[in-house]
Every structure is written in C-alpha cells, then in structure tokens.
C-alpha cells in the first residue's frame, strides 16, 4: 500500500514501497486533508513530492517545511495559502490604542451590520476571502470545539451603534505550549479603517488574554496582507510559516 498509517500518523511509500514522507489527516467540512506533510529523514524533498502528488490527487496538503512546499508545487500543486504564526507575550507593555470620536469596543454579539462589515473588510479580492461568522461558528461550536475567550472577544460601534468591526479570540488554545489564546479574526470595514480602530481592538485581545492568565497572543496572518505590517507594530514576532497546496486531480502523465 502506498499509503499505511502506524503510530505516528500517516506513512507515504514511493513505487518500490520505500517510506519517503509522512502526514497526518483530518477532515475539514467533508474533505479529507493532509496536514503536516514532510519527507523521511534523508528523502529528498522532490521525491516525496511527486509521491505525494501521485497518492494525494486532488486533496489539500499543508505543511510546515519549505522546502517540501517548494517541491509540491515543483510537482504539478497549486499554492493555496502561504502564512505566518505569530506570537505576542507580555514582555514588553501593551501599547495605549484609544478608541476616538465617539466609536467603541463593546462586548461581542452578532449582528447583521457586523456580518456585512466582515464581508465589507475581506472584499472579493481579499486572500481570506470567506463567510466568517459561519467559519468562526464552526471553529467554536463545531468538533474543534475551541472555548471564545469573552474579556479578548469584541465588537466595534461607530457614533450611530452601528457594528463596523470585530476582534475574535479562543483560549487556550490546545495547541500551545504554554497557555495561550488565539485571535481567529481582527476585522474592520473599510469606512473604519487607518483610524487606529484595528490597533484598538488587538490591544483589547491581549488585555483581556493576561487577564485571562494566559502568556502569549497568537495568531495568523496570509502572507502579503498588509494586517502584517499592524502585527509588526504591536510586537508580534513570526513563530512559523506554513503553506497549504493542493494537488491536481489527475498527476502529470497519468492522462
Ligand atoms: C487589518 C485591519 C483590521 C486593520 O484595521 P485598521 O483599523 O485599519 O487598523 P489601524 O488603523 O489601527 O492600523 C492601520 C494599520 O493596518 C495595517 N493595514 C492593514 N491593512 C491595510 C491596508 N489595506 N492598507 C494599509 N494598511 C493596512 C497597516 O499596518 C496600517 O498601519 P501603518 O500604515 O501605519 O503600517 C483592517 O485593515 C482590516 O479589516 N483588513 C481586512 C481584514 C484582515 O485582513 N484582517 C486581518 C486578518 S489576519
């Protein structure tokens, strides 16, 4: 079999059923992805790549190395997202970030004014383009089941009450090593923006986050949106990059 599991997740072999990468699965709204994709130890990338490509046809693979993304795409995939985890501790102060002009952070609902300004701040061109209250719906109620942390977890008022923004944080998060929230979403509608409101809300998430007696913010961020730059200024620091590819239906020369 090209493919057996063991132990440790999923164990991907070439043609002469040599080991020459591994993953693991999950399945994410009825599909089934490939998560943490690497080679075996001494398997050149490209050669666990085209396996890869051979035996995931179709799917969605993500991964943490580099240099295996690079050879997935060298193989036929599809460069689906590239991003960046960022971390935030308590180090450093939290930067003053005032709310002006009779706008507010009051605490979360949803609303249709904040869908509209959700999908208003991630346009058609925005590369997380998405319906967010339905994907942070199913991250907080769905089998992921992670916990909303309320004091980190806000919304955004203009004058006239209406809702224009969101900050969004689970935690602890099961993944970290130490405790640790994570912001699923930092939104404001375009009307809103460049008036420190995005600032205003991050720095209400990490507030609420040491209050919550939790020791670092995480996040993530795609790569190219300019949200990084913000991330930069409040004292996030780069943690890991990782890159989603997907494979084509039919690997080259198998048609
Ligand atoms: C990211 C976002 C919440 C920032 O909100 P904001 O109210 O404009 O933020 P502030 O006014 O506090 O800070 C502006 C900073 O945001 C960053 N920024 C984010 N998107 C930007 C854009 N399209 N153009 C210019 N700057 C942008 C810049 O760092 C900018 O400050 P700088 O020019 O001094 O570097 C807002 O741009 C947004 O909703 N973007 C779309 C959704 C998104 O991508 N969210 C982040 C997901 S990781």
Redesign the pocket.
């Known amino acids: 079999m090209p493919i057996s599991e063991d132990a440790g997740g999923a164990v991907l072999s070439d043609g002469h059923g040599v080991p020459v990468a591994r993953f693991g699965w999950r399945d994410e709204g009825g599909e089934r992805v490939a998560l943490m994709f690497r080679p075996s130890p001494g398997v050149p990338a490209d050669r666990a790549a085209r396996a890869g490509v051979r035996e995931l046809a179709g799917r969605r693979i993500r991964s943490n190395d580099e240099e295996a993304a690079r050879a997935l795409i060298g193989a036929g995939c599809t460069l689906v997202r590239a991003a960046t985890d960022m971390h935030r501790g308590f180090g450093e102060p939290i930067p003053e ?1 005032p709310v002006a002009g009779g706008w507010s952070i009051v605490p979360h609902d949803w609303d249709d004014e904040l869908a509209a300004a ?1 999908s208003a ?3 058609p061109d ?3 383009q998405a319906d967010r209250p339905a994907r942070l719906r199913s991250l907080t109620e769905g089998e992921q089941g992670l916990i909303v942390l309320p004091g980190a977890t806000a919304r ?1 008022k203009d004058p006239g009450g209406r809702s224009m ?1 969101e900050v969004f944080t689970v935690g602890p998060v099961p993944w970290g090593s130490v405790p640790m929230s994570w ?1 699923l ?6 009307g ?11 720095a209400y998430a990490m507030r609420g986050t040491r209050q919550a007696g939790l020791t670092i913010v995480g ?4 790569n190219g ?9 409040m004292g996030f620091r780069p943690v890991l990059r990782h890159f989603e590819v997907r494979a084509p239906q039919s690997p080259a020369g198998t048609l």
């Open positions: 970030a959700l701040a991630y346009g925005h590369p997380d955004l923004g912001v979403d930092l939104a404001v509608a375009p809103g923006q460049g008036r420190g409101f995005g600032a205003a809300l991050l996040l993530t961020v795609t949106n300019p949200a990084r730059r913000l991330y930069d200024r």
